[in-house]
């Protein structure tokens, strides 16, 4: 885990070394407009179906802080479903991402109101994802917030 953060730091430090400026992967793209969307308050299974339609068949999603894996790109959309309808106004802004061709950095601010008590609460955080990509398709998603 620590190798993967140095060399996760490592890259988004480097110029020159990749493509920065935009996302250019079609499923980071999409998983992360399918997310977003997922966490409106208008979200579907539609939404959730872009976010894993990028996904390899046995993908894999880290969290190293919440020590939480899950396997299997089925499993993932049947996560992502029981959240529809506990956040609304969720905005993501990429702040920088790097793309080396199989793997896909992600710095982003990510903000949502989140029901809480019966009230809707305001939160916002810094995330670092990275996506492996193997055959065209995310094969592992690892994400960093504080």
Do not use: C
């Amino acid at each position: 885990m620590r190798k993967t953060a140095v060399t996760l730091l490592f890259l988004l430090s480097i110029s020159g070394f990749a493509q920065q400026n935009g996302i250019s992967s079609k499923p980071v793209n999409d998983y992360l407009e399918g997310r977003t969307a997922a966490m409106q308050a208008n979200a579907s299974p539609k939404d959730v179906d872009q976010a894993v339609s990028g996904l390899a068949e046995d993908a894999v999603y880290e969290h190293a802080a919440f020590k939480a894996r899950i396997e299997g790109r089925e499993n993932m959309r049947r996560g992502m479903l029981r959240y529809i309808g506990a956040t609304r106004s969720a905005r993501l802004d990429v702040t920088k991402s790097i793309s080396t061709g199989t793997l896909v950095v992600v710095e982003m601010q990510l903000s949502f109101e989140a029901e809480k008590d019966g009230k809707w609460q305001p939160s916002s955080r810094r995330q670092v994802l990275l996506f492996d990509l193997k055959d065209g398709r995310i094969q592992r998603i690892v994400e960093y917030w504080d």
